[in-house]
């Protein structure tokens, strides 16, 4: 059974930095889409960046400070968060897909992590 674990979660005050982390069991991230979904209290769930056989993408608010990057050797995927801003607070969730091409689309995943919190207090 596929497993995702993420860590790196916490409360930074706006403008700060976080990368989060998210390590893969029984799957393969070579070759295959991972994206960071998240969801914050009260909304839907969103997509805000994506890695596959196409290369990454990111939901318009988070370009230029978001970077998602995959360490194959360790099955390891990334999210370097940076300029953070209040509208970034939110559960965030590793997500993996059986396919290389990528959508932002949090239906496209077919696995999830559990989720780390990220606070950036107002």
């Known amino acids: 059974q596929v497993q995702l674990a993420e860590s790196g979660g916490g409360s930074v005050q706006a403008g700060g930095s976080l990368r989060l982390s998210c390590a893969a069991s029984r799957y393969t991230t070579s070759g295959n889409c991972m994206g960071w979904i998240r969801q914050a209290p009260g909304k839907e769930r969103q997509a805000v960046a994506a890695?596959?056989?196409?290369?990454?993408m990111y939901l318009d608010s988070v370009k230029g400070r978001f970077t998602i990057s995959k360490d194959n050797a360790k099955n390891t995927l990334y999210l370097q968060m940076n300029s953070l801003k209040t509208e970034d607070t939110a559960m965030y969730y590793c997500?993996?897909?059986?396919?290389?091409?990528?959508?932002?689309?949090?239906?496209?995943?077919?696995?999830w992590g559990q989720g780390t919190q990220v606070t950036v207090p107002s």
């Open positions: 890695l596959g056989s196409a290369g990454p």
């Open positions: 997500a993996a897909a059986d396919r290389g091409a990528c959508f932002l689309i949090p239906s496209w995943f077919d696995y």
